[in-house]
């Protein structure tokens, strides 16, 4: 009911409905490197990687792997030094506006309250202001924000913060959803009740969502593919299809012999480096 | 073992809320009180060396003396406080937006940055005292040069303040913006500016007091106005109960402008951190 909903009323936001060929993100033999003063980083080696329409693909790996920074090469913030990769068939060569980006803080501008908050993604963009206070308005009951409209980020706890960032980065309704660790800083039990929201947000609306995280669990109870990476070089070390189909409880899928299968390799393979959790 | 499926329930509004900044900010009148206190025992202490005769009142006059000073050339003292006002307000402003304008172009430019930093640097080392005669020499007795000296005190922590205010800005946030497709000039008054007021409006402190500072060294150095004038003649006749009248009058005018961005601090940045935690 959702996503969908504003598209009639979009002026601007930069896309049409998503019923074309061809994948929603496709990475090619991406190579990125980094040059300190003394050595050269090689965070990312011969990454191909294709993401489709209304998928949830997670990235899961220890620190250093650069899961992060394929994430800022897929929304263009991060060159890539071979390969290329493009977004809904156009080749992303600087920061992409058809995307919604979530970071590990709430990034929130101290001086406007929750609402002006995610309104200041429309502002930015110059979107119709009734569209997208009418927008805003759906967003903030969506993710439980109902009753915050005038809290100032200062009066939010951390888990409400990343609410509304995460309010902020779907305003413009964005072809693809990028989140990196966008639970990380929060605590065991909010990070859990976010797990189970934005699952639910997801199964509404089958946006296209890429999710860095080093948490297995969160990786593979959120997403339908999750692709594991290894670091120095950072690499795409194997793949896994979670093959739990519609909507998922959060404790039964817990529960599910496929999520622990899945878990279970994913964790062997990541070996002492990955967290517990 | 209770499936969670709804949306965690969200704590009530009023809880995030109670207790919001303008409840907790205590009154003037508290404010005042602790200093107001200290000033009065000060003015006991003042009244009880001089009027005993343990000091005599050409060293320090007693209150009387002073406060007759006021009353006695009420015009008088007017004239040249309004003389040194005016040199300060256009130090400090002068000051505050060519200030502002540098410590921008610097966070844009990383060659102005190199190019002119050295050399405001410069500028602030100079002792103002040692070139404020040059400037009676370039820019005549008028009140141009008071100015220039007011200016040059001031400017400095406002580019300083500045500067690191506009970098405080979160990278993330300008990454975002950049995703957001939003001109700079836009994402400088959106983002930029306002993350850089907490900063920019501590050094306008500074500077607002500076350029009082700064307008009567001017006078000191050449005038025949001002309260920097009034003090050197008083200094002359050997007259310290307008000597302090004058100095009363200058610290007033300092307290006064600084008070004044105090205020406009509250209006302009009461999501600010160090304005929250204080009460």
Redesign the interface.
């Known amino acids: 009911m959702f996503a969908r909903t504003a598209d009639r009323a979009r002026d601007g936001a930069g896309s049409e409905p998503p019923a074309e060929q061809g994948p929603m993100v496709d990475i090619h033999g991406v190579d990125v490197t980094f040059r300190t003063k003394d050595r050269t980083v090689h965070a990312l080696s011969g990454i191909d990687l294709t993401i489709q329409h209304g998928e949830f693909l997670s990235i899961a790996g220890p620190s250093g792997c650069g899961k992060s920074t394929l994430l800022r090469v897929i929304?263009?913030?991060t060159a890539t030094s071979a390969g290329g990769v493009t977004l809904r068939g156009t080749p992303v060569e600087g920061?992409?506006?058809d995307?919604g980006?979530v970071?590990q803080?709430a990034?929130l501008?101290?001086?406007r309250n929750a609402r002006d908050n995610i309104l200041?993604?429309a502002?930015?963009?110059g979107l119709p202001k009734a569209w997208a206070r009418r927008r805003t308005d759906e967003l903030m009951e969506m993710?439980?924000?109902?009753?915050?409209e005038?809290?100032?980020?200062?009066?939010?706890?951390g888990?409400?913060q990343q609410r509304v960032s995460l309010c902020r980065a779907l305003l413009h309704e964005p072809d693809v959803l990028l989140m990196d660790e966008p639970f990380g800083a929060l605590d065991a039990l909010?990070r859990?009740?976010m797990n189970?929201?934005l699952r639910?947000i997801w199964e509404d609306t089958g946006m296209t969502v890429v999710l860095v995280t080093h948490s297995v669990a969160e990786a593979v109870y959120l997403a339908s593919r999750s692709v594991v990476m290894g670091p120095r070089p950072g690499r795409v070390i194997e793949e896994f299809d979670i093959a739990i189909h519609g909507?998922r409880?959060?404790?039964?899928t817990l529960e599910n012999p496929e999520f622990q299968r899945v878990t279970a390799r994913i964790r062997e393979l990541l070996g002492s480096t990955a967290t517990a959790d | 073992m209770t499936p969670q499926t709804q949306p965690a329930p969200a704590p009530s509004p009023t809880q995030a809320t109670a207790g919001t900044r303008r409840g907790r900010r205590p009154s003037l009148g508290a404010v005042a009180l602790y200093p107001a206190t200290f000033l009065a025992l000060l003015v006991v202490a003042w009244f009880a060396v001089t009027t005993t005769g343990l000091v005599q009142p050409y060293i320090i006059p007693s209150p009387v003396d002073t406060w007759k000073a006021f009353t006695d050339n009420p015009e008088y003292l007017w004239g040249h406080t309004l003389v040194t006002t005016g040199e300060t307000l256009a130090g400090f402003v002068i000051a505050a937006v060519v200030g502002v304008l540098v410590a921008v172009l610097m966070v844009y430019s990383p060659t102005l940055e190199k190019t002119f930093y050295p050399l405001i640097l410069f500028a602030q080392v100079i002792p103002k005292i040692a070139i404020a005669p040059l400037f009676v020499v370039w820019l005549g007795f008028g009140a141009s040069p008071k100015v220039l000296v007011a200016v040059l005190m001031a400017f400095f922590p406002v580019v300083i303040s500045g500067i690191s205010g506009l970098r405080s800005v979160d990278p993330e946030l300008l990454e975002l913006t950049s995703t957001m497709g939003a001109s700079r000039i836009k994402t400088f008054w959106k983002v930029r500016f306002p993350a850089a007021l907490p900063e920019l409006l501590s050094g306008l402190k500074v500077a607002a007091t500076l350029a009082v500072t700064g307008a009567v060294v001017g006078e000191f150095v050449g005038a025949n106005s001002g309260l920097g004038f009034v003090i050197l003649q008083a200094n002359g006749n050997i007259d310290t109960a307008m000597l302090f009248a004058a100095l009363i009058i200058m610290s007033a005018l300092g307290v006064l402008l600084f008070a004044i961005i105090q205020v406009a601090e509250t209006l302009l940045i009461p999501w600010h951190a160090s304005r929250r935690n204080r009460g």
Do not use: C, I
């Open positions: 929304a263009g913030l920061p992409r506006r995307v980006f970071f803080r990034a501008l101290d001086w200041f993604q502002e930015m963009r993710t439980g924000l109902t009753g915050f005038k809290a100032m980020p200062f009066e939010l706890s888990g409400m909010t859990e009740n189970v929201e639910r909507h409880e959060y404790e039964p």
